[in-house]
């Protein structure tokens, strides 16, 4: 790949995918903040990335009825796919099955208060490495996010003051030890489009299964991953508590 190559994406397309069962927050797509269903806030967000053409990939029809309500695109995919990376390659199937889409950004469909900003930084990571994947990762400056399972570290190998690097490992465990930070990972990927590909053909790893992370996949295929450096973490909507910040932060938005 050129320099001028790594540097460009020639025609991103960014998918959301979508489904209505949640084990905590059941129907949270069209779950009302501000006026709109959850997944309408989060597809404006991404509109607002300028980053290119949107596409909600969902599991059922009330959500592909709201996003055509709200102007947007949105293709039906089938309920039973095991994971948000096989819905996105399900529905791009659909929409570009002549591959004019050379890069994928993956926007969870929980993200209504996304800085749409962060889209572009992954996408932009993504060019810069010429790396399969990129995602995003933060500093964690609260003490107790570093011993929490439920918040995942990106291992990273970052030379001094850099803002990128390759991922080395993601765990729920508290990792690297000795002194230093420890990164927050954040669920928002890209992926080149034969890299996705791949993914979705291979199936579950161990570590994947082990830590319960699908990115580990990735890694245990041999694929590589630049995290980009955020300074903050995007509000995800899992419980009722998280509903309601949400709603506070969209209902005081400018």
């Not at 926007?107 to 790396?131: F, W």
């Not at 465990?173 to 979705?200: C, K, M, N, Q």
């Not at 245990?220 to 300074?231: C, K, N, R, T, Y």
Request: hydrophobic share 45%; with cysteine.
């Amino acid at each position: 790949m050129s320099q001028s190559d790594q540097n460009t994406v020639a025609n991103p397309i960014i998918v959301i995918p979508a489904r209505m069962a949640s084990t905590r927050l059941p129907g949270k797509p069209l779950a009302d903040i501000a006026g709109k269903p959850m997944i309408v806030q989060v597809w404006a967000r991404a509109m607002e990335s300028g980053l290119g053409r949107v596409v909600v990939a969902a599991a059922e029809s009330e959500i592909v009825e709201v996003i055509i309500a709200a102007g947007g695109e949105a293709v039906l995919t089938s309920p039973d796919l095991p994971s948000g990376s096989d819905r996105i390659w399900a529905a791009l199937k659909v929409v570009d099955p002549e591959g004019r889409h050379d890069v994928i950004v993956n926007v969870q469909g929980d993200l209504p208060t996304l800085d749409p900003k962060l889209i572009r930084i992954a996408a932009e990571a993504l060019n810069r490495s010429g790396a399969d994947l990129s995602t995003l990762a933060c500093e964690i400056k609260v003490e107790e996010e570093r011993t929490n399972p439920n918040v995942v570290k990106a291992v990273v190998a970052l030379a001094p003051g850099a803002r990128a690097g390759r991922a080395l490992y993601f765990t729920r465990a508290t990792a690297p030890s000795g002194d230093g930070p420890h990164y927050h990972h954040i669920g928002l990927y890209a992926y080149r489009r034969d890299a996705l590909e791949r993914f979705v053909s291979l199936p579950p790893s161990p570590l994947e299964i082990r830590e319960k992370l699908e990115q580990l996949r990735a890694l245990e295929a041999g694929m590589s991953i630049e995290v980009a450096l955020v300074d903050t973490v995007p509000l995800g909507v899992d419980t009722p508590a998280d509903l309601e910040k949400a709603r506070n932060a969209l209902t005081n938005r400018t």
